[in-house]
């Protein structure tokens, strides 16, 4: 699962960049992937019988802290709650601060902020497929995807100037320009996206032990994704149409030209299995690259934030009274974010719904009737982003015993190689 | 069974491999030593991939244009900077600092850059290195 630690400050490290305060600081930021949870699985046999799931209240940390900044510091604060969504969570909350003291955002910069968001989606989908192959036991798929992955992290330092934590995010804008030059750089990538994209398709898609593993297994039927509010790929791989891009357009997405992608484009039906979870992912890579080739293509002049003076950007957040709702589609689902300005230098609340929080109640479904040796790629297949799934508790006779990651992901690649055999 | 791997594996077999063996092609047993045997001449550093423009590496400031205005202060979102009463000047803490570079946008001198330096990693947070004034 994508919940090791170490995977949040990878990028640092690969500049040899890595100084204390990256670890500091995402320690609340490891469990603000706002859900602290723990599972406990009842079982009967090899069968689960019940799931259940509690959430915790860890991420009010990083709410806390943030009352105690100004927008600005904030938005290096919302960058470190995910490592991975390190662009849509500061970016939802300067939507919901520019909502709030009414910043009209300029056209260039709708557009700009289109690139980068799309630009994390591919990186998240594949680095996602790369952790499902690895979580039954494929280790080779995970190299190739993650090899791809390396591509995507490249370009996203040539544009922003940092791999992971872009900081590209301005209230009323963005912090850096796309000039023309930089295009060949960013349309060379997408090239490469394509040319390997099949590559990625045929093993994801054609590969029996694939199949085997992910067809028919932690099936979340469509009532169940709409009573259980799930989101993002979860949601429309159980053929429900939710895409806040699409839903309600942010951003420059409403000028683009593209459509809910749900697993009955591909095949024809919706089972809402692992296997429609992949494809949804899959062909979402697939429209974002599309969507920025779109971008690129249409791109207006203009300038790229409302206010290039940020001191005087900080002195108007500081008079603005009201509240604020910024809501994006992330590439786990919609991330939401509230704020409340109170006349004063540091917002009076702020409140984060990241998608995992939705994803997690549709585990129950899912994984009723699985095996165990199910759980890490059902749980993986729905993308969760936490450190605190390393333990899941298993009552067995009405005993209870725990079983770790290590152990978990080796009953699965046990149950790879059985199905093989 | 099929072997669709079989072209990717020879292909791997003959090409160069993509990761660049930086500093050395066997890890140092001792950077410190190794960097003094480098400075010596005694042994050779495999330079590290080229950094991409606009990098956000170590800050560099240029304490005569400096104008203790306090801005940076203000919007570092790690308290990284702090302000010298006597001189009216600043120090940087890189042991804090979150290289996002916005004391670098909001200067009104221009006197902060980010180079392209970042090699910075040091068991001692105050160390020389680490401190920028």
Known sequence: ?421 | MKFIMVPQVLGQMFRKPFTNKFPAKYAPASTTNFLADVAAGKAELIPPIETPENFRGKITYDRETCIGCKLCIKVCPTDAIEYIEENKKIKIYLSRCCYCAQCNDICPANCLKMSNEFLLADADKYAKDLIVE
Not at chain 1, 193 to 206: G, P, S, T, V
Request: glycine share 6%; aromatic share 8%; net charge neutral.
């Open chain 1, 1 to 421: 699962m994508r919940n090791d630690p170490l995977c949040s400050f990878e990028p640092d490290v690969g500049r040899g960049k890595f100084v204390g305060w990256n670890v500091t600081v995402r320690r609340p930021g490891r469990a603000g992937y706002p859900v602290d949870e723990n599972e406990k699985f009842h079982i009967d046999g090899e069968k689960i019988s019940d799931v259940d799931v509690s959430l915790g209240h860890v991420h009010r940390a990083v709410e806390w802290t943030g009352m105690r900044r100004n927008p600005i510091q904030i938005l290096y604060l919302a960058e470190r709650i995910c490592g991975i969504c390190s662009y849509c969570h500061p970016m939802s909350f300067a939507l919901a601060v520019e909502r709030a003291a009414g910043i009209e955002v300029p056209e260039r910069a709708d557009y700009l902020r289109v690139i980068q968001a799309e630009l994390e989606r591919i990186c998240s989908h594949i680095l996602w497929a790369g952790v499902a192959a690895h979580e039954i036991g494929f280790d080779t798929v995970l190299f190739l995807s993650w090899q791809m992955r390396e591509k995507a992290l490249d370009l996203t330092e040539y544009l922003t100037g940092n791999r992971v934590t872009k900081g590209i995010t301005m209230i009323g804008g963005v912090r850096r320009d796309v000039t023309k030059d930089m295009h060949p750089k960013i349309i060379e990538t997408l090239n490469y996206f394509k040319d390997n994209f099949e590559k990625l398709r045929k093993i994801f898609l054609e590969d029996k032990t694939f199949k085997m593993r992910s067809q028919g297994c932690g099936i979340l039927t469509k009532e169940d994704a709409l009573k259980l509010c799930a989101v993002g790929p979860t949601t429309r791989a159980s053929g429900v149409k939710k895409d806040v891009r699409l839903d309600q357009p942010y951003f420059a997405f409403g000028d683009l030209d593209f459509d809910y992608v749900t697993p009955d484009v591909l095949t024809g039906e919706v089972n809402g299995d692992v296997y429609d979870r992949i494809i949804v992912r899959l062909l979402e890579v697939k429209q974002s690259i599309e969507l920025m080739e779109q971008v690129i293509d249409k791109m207006p002049a203009g300038e790229i934030t409302a206010e290039p003076k940020i001191a005087k950007l900080l002195a108007t957040l500081k008079k603005v009274e009201g509240e604020g709702v910024g809501r994006m589609e992330a590439p786990r689902g919609e991330v939401f974010h509230y704020v409340k300005m109170q006349n004063h230098e540091f917002p009076y609340s702020w409140k984060v719904r990241a998608p995992t929080y939705n994803n997690i109640l549709p585990w129950i479904p899912m994984l009723k009737g699985e095996q165990i040796a199910d759980i890490p790629i059902v749980a993986a297949s729905t993308d969760p982003c936490m450190s605190c799934t390393n333990r899941v508790a298993i009552i067995k006779n009405n005993r209870r015993s725990y079983l770790n990651k290590e152990e978990l992901h080796r009953l699965s690649i046990e149950k790879t190689r059985r199905l093989r055999a």
